[in-house]
């Protein structure tokens, strides 16, 4: 079934650890997106990428980063996570970058302890 | 600043209608989104809108007025299925979307 794909559903983690969340997606979107979501906020966007070998910065990239070596997949890496990172993460993808037609995965629930 | 409002919560009853509205302040303006979330799962599209009027698909319909900066998610025949959170986004000029904190909407039988 073509969609998104997220790993791991959930993680708990300690405070100072290093953290990739993965994201594939099977859909042939140019760009795919990174938000985080909690209680009474919106969703916050983190990081982004147009289009495979580029990436850009959202409303909220303090601690993570972001990779794009190919369409497909949109790794977001916490490098030294902190307790305010935890969060349920959203990856998404569209097929183009002037659209607000999103696919989500079915989001990443961390615990940072 | 960029900015989204549409209330927090509502209650309904099975097999009535309800208006969940949002306003929006944007740079720029590209269209204005609904989705539909359900309790510990993704977002999903619902409707878009970028020209003034109603968009209507089934059950569901999507109002806008770019003038007053408006728009409303209407559905009918509520089922208890329907209750999810309603998310509210808009497109800026830099086609990212602004998103609402979403409306939680309770349905009882």
Known sequence: IAGITQAPTSQILAAGRRMTLRCTQDMRHNAMYWYRQDLGLGLRLIHYSNTAGTTGKGEVPDGYSVSRANTDDFPLTLASAVPSQTSVYFCASSDSADSGELFFGEGSRLTVL | ?109
């Not at chain 2, 309800?18 to 929006?24: D, F």
């Not at chain 2, 740079?27 to 309790?39: D, E, P, R, T």
């Not at chain 2, 999903?44 to 319909?61: I, P």
């Not at chain 2, 806008?64 to 728009?71: M, V």
Request: hydrophobic share 35%.
């Open chain 2, 1 to 109: 600043g960029q900015n989204i409002d549409q209330p927090t919560e509502m209650t309904a009853t099975e097999g009535a209608i309800v208006q969940i509205n949002c306003t929006y302040q944007t740079s720029g303006f590209n269209g204005l989104f609904w989705y539909q979330q359900h309790a510990g799962e993704a977002p999903t599209f619902l409707s878009y809108n970028v020209l003034d009027g109603l968009e209507e698909k089934g059950r569901f319909s999507s109002f806008l007025s770019r003038s007053k900066g408006y728009s409303y998610l209407l559905l009918k025949e509520l089922q208890m299925k329907d209750s999810a959170s309603y998310l509210c986004a808009a497109l800026d000029s830099n086609y990212q979307l602004i998103w609402g904190a979403g409306t939680k909407l309770i349905i009882k039988p």
